[in-house]
C-alpha cells in the first residue's frame, strides 16, 4: 500500500464518519492538504524533545472579585 493508498483510505474513513461527500476537485484538494500535514508530522517525528522543551505559553485563570 502507497502513502496515497493510506491517505484515501483515511480520507474514505472519515468522510464516511461525517457522512460527507467531496466532489472530484474538493476530493483531490483534501488528499493534498493529507499528504502535506504527514509530511509536516513525519518532520516533527524527527525532533527530539526534553522535558525542558515544553511550551511557553502556559494559560493562567485570572480570578476576578
Do not use: C, K
Not at 12 to 41: F, I, K, P, T
Amino acid at each position: 500500500m502507497t502513502a496515497r493508498d493510506r491517505l484515501i483510505h483515511l480520507l474514505d474513513a472519515n468522510s464516511a464518519v461525517l457522512d460527507l461527500s467531496l466532489s472530484a476537485a474538493q476530493r483531490e484538494g483534501v488528499l493534498a492538504y493529507l499528504a502535506l500535514a504527514e509530511s509536516m508530522h513525519r518532520g516533527l517525528l524527527a525532533v527530539s524533545l526534553e522535558p525542558a522543551d515544553e511550551s511557553a505559553v502556559v494559560f493562567v485563570p485570572q480570578v476576578t472579585s
